[in-house]
Every structure is written in structure tokens, then in C-alpha cells.
């Protein structure tokens, strides 16, 4: 049953960046306090996929959406086992959620999962910070008693950076687990979890895959264990120019010519895999209405994203890379961002977007279809 939040919270609290600027608003969720890299999301709606998807671990979302809670929390959009943003940022939460499946508010989840967030924020000021300054530590704090401003930026200033971040392995299964195929099981693919969200192997399972998932920590051998049709990097937290370990265990991938699908991490990976760079964005893409080409096509479709860091390849030419030619298959639209690689001698290619979103936009769903055609192209 939904309970009405009317009458939100009166404990204070209090967002402050690491460059000094302070936000005042009430306490959301759990009170206390929490750090992490304050990132802004444009979506409008998903917020349960937002919270629950663990490539968030260790940051505090912004959400630009100015009312959010509508529709309260439910038992079956989940992407994980819990809720693993450090901190969340909203303007008004709703004051009586309204959902057929709700369960109840977000202000409850939030408190239940120990999850310290923050309301009556301005959001659209603190996006424009962040768009203008970049992506920074945040600390929020709550409680009816709170250190001096000078003491909580000196906190904040003390908490880890995002940039050299190892973080896979906080999030990644410890034991390895079997997604059964939806009907008749066609294909096994190894999936490495590097953080993975539970419609992922949802839409391969769906496809006929039988999807083995496997700790980020699976060597080669565990991998070929399973002997996988095609394997599969997914998403995950952190900087990727610390997964050395899955990048070693994609080259073996590709050096046996085994069908390879990534995304997001994966595709970051990839590039690595390839002998590319990753870099910081200034402040990523989080949302689920950014537009990219799919260069293959020409064809523009309506993603999901949340990355803040990207592969630099090169756009207008085709490279080679010790695993044969490769190229940029998408970009993004807003900003020229390399959003997806495809090999021309081997049948791997990656995306830096969500196709699996669950919220939506399905615009990019097919690219599930295209790892079927792969594997079925080795096959035949
Ligand atoms: N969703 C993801 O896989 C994110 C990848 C990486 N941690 C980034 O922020 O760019």
C-alpha cells in the first residue's frame, strides 16, 4: 500500500561541493551524512533503475526531473539487489505517490536502504554548476546538528575521487549464476559482470541466450568454462583505465575470435582492448533521451545513458588495432562522444549506452539481435 509523505521531512540538511559551494534543503531519505561524485541525470522518469543500476555506486545523483517519487516504489523494476547511489538530489518529492503497483514512497526506500538523499534543492541551478565547473565530490549532510561549513568542505575534500577508481569488484557477483533462456535455448554466453543490471541478461534471455554470469573477476579459462557461444562485458562503476584485468581477459576473447558484445564498461573496455585511451568527461551523460547516430545505418536513435568517462578513438578514419581493423560505430549527437566500436575482422562490437534500458527509450534493443547474428554467423 502507498503512504502519503505529506509533511515532508523538517531536518535540516545541507549539499555541499568540494569547491565550496552550499546547497540548503531538508533531509530525503535517510538522515546522516555521505560522499561521493555529484552527477545530474536529465531523465524523467526511471528512477528505480537509476537507484538500483550499480554503475552508480559511489555517486550522488542530481535529478533533473523536478518532481520526483510520483509514482512511488514497487517490487518489480529493480536493476539489482539494492540501491547503490551514495546520495540523492531532488527538488520536490512527490507529496502523495500514485502508482497501481506501488508499494510504497521513495522517501521510505531511501530511509530503509540507509540511503541519506536531500530535497527542496534547486536542481537546475546545481546542474548548470556542474555543466559549467564539471563533475565534483559532494558531501550531504543531515541532522539537527551540523559541523561548520569549513569542516564539512574539508570532508568532502578528503573523500576519494572517481578518477582512478577500481570499483568492479564492490559491486560484481561473488558467485557465478545461470539466466535461463526464455523458450528454446539457441546460445550460451558468458557474461562477465563488471556491475551488471539485472534487464541485461533479461534481454539476452529473452533472445534464446542462456547467460552464465560471471564475477568481474573470471579468468580466461573460467570464461571458456562454460563454452560460451559469445561472451559479453557489461556495464559497471568506476574508471576504466583501471580494468586491467577484464581488458586482459577480452584481448584473449578476441584473440580466439570468440563472438564479443559490450556495453558501456564493456565498451570503454573494448576500447582499451584495442589500444585506445579513456578520459574523463567534463560532467558524462545521464539521462534516457540522448540522441546518437548509429554510423552503420545512418540511423538516429533515442538512448540511455550514464557514463562519465569515454574511449578516445578516432571518428573519420578506420584504425588498426592488434585484433584488425576497427571503427567508431556511434556517436553521440550532443557532443561527438565515441559511443559505440565495432571490429571489421573479428565479430565484436560494443556500445556506450544502455540498449537493455528498462525504463526505455527501446530504440536500440536491436543490438541484442545483432549479437545473435554474430553468433549465428559463427555458427554457420
Ligand atoms: N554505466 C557504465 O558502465 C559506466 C562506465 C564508467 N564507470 C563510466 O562512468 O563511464
Not at 580466461?220 to 586482459?248: I, L, W
Request: charged share 20%.
Amino acid at each position: 500500500m502507498t503512504t502519503s509523505t505529506r509533511g515532508a521531512s523538517k531536518v535540516p540538511a545541507v549539499l555541499v561541493l568540494e569547491d565550496g559551494r552550499i546547497f540548503r534543503g531538508r533531509a530525503y531519505g535517510a538522515v546522516g551524512e555521505t560522499f561521493g561524485e555529484a552527477v545530474f541525470s536529465t531523465g524523467m522518469t526511471g528512477y528505480q533503475e537509476t537507484l538500483t543500476d550499480p554503475s552508480y555506486h559511489r555517486q550522488v545523483v542530481v535529478m533533473t526531473a523536478p518532481h520526483v517519487g510520483n509514482t512511488g516504489v514497487n517490487d518489480e523494476d529493480m536493476e539489482s539487489g539494492k540501491i547503490w547511489v551514495s546520495g540523492y538530489v531532488v527538488r520536490d518529492p512527490a507529496r502523495v505517490p500514485s502508482n497501481w503497483r506501488s508499494r510504497r514512497t521513495l522517501d521510505e526506500e531511501l530511509a530503509a536502504q540507509g540511503v541519506v538523499g536531500i530535497s527542496g534543492i534547486d536542481t537546475r541551478a546545481l546542474t548548470r554548476h556542474l555543466r559549467e565547473r564539471g563533475a565534483m565530490r559532494v558531501g550531504i549532510f543531515s541532522g539537527n546538528a551540523l559541523p561548520d561549513e569549513g569542516t564539512m568542505i574539508a570532508q568532502v575534500r578528503q573523500a576519494p575521487e572517481m578518477t582512478g577508481a577500481d570499483l568492479s569488484a564492490e559491486v560484481a557477483t561473488k558467485e557465478a549464476y545461470v539466466v535461463p533462456a526464455i523458450g528454446e535455448k539457441k546460445f550460451t554466453v558468458a557474461a562477465v559482470d563488471l556491475g551488471i543490471k539485472g534487464m541485461t541478461p533479461h534481454r539476452m534471455a529473452e533472445r534464446g541466450i542462456e547467460v552464465h554470469v560471471l564475477p568481474a573477476t573470471a579468468s580466461v579459462d573460467e570464461v571458456y568454462a562454460v563454452a560460451p557461444d559469445g561472451v559479453f562485458f557489461s556495464n559497471g562503476p568506476g574508471d576504466p583505465a583501471t580494468a586491467d584485468h577484464p581488458v586482459a581477459v577480452m584481448q584473449a576473447v578476441l584473440e580466439r575470435g570468440t563472438p564479443l558484445f559490450g556495453i558501456c564498461f564493456g565498451n570503454q573496455i573494448l576500447g582499451r582492448a584495442l589500444g585506445f585511451g579513456t578520459y574523463k568527461l567534463k560532467y558524462g551523460h545521464r539521462g534516457i533521451n540522448q540522441p546518437v547516430q548509429d554510423r552503420t545505418t545512418g540511423k538516429v536513435e533515442v538512448t540511455a545513458h550514464n557514463h562519465g568517462f569515454a574511449v578516445d578513438a578516432p571518428l573519420d578514419k578506420v584504425s588498426e588495432t592488434p585484433f584488425g581493423r576497427a571503427e567508431v560505430s556511434h556517436v553521440c549527437l550532443n557532443d561527438n562522444v565515441v559511443e559505440g566500436l565495432q571490429l571489421l575482422d573479428k565479430p565484436a562490437f560494443s556500445v556506450q549506452y544502455h540498449p537493455e534500458a528498462a525504463a526505455g527509450p527501446h530504440d536500440a534493443a536491436y543490438l541484442f539481435d545483432r549479437f545473435v547474428s554474430l553468433m549465428e554467423g559463427q555458427r554457420a
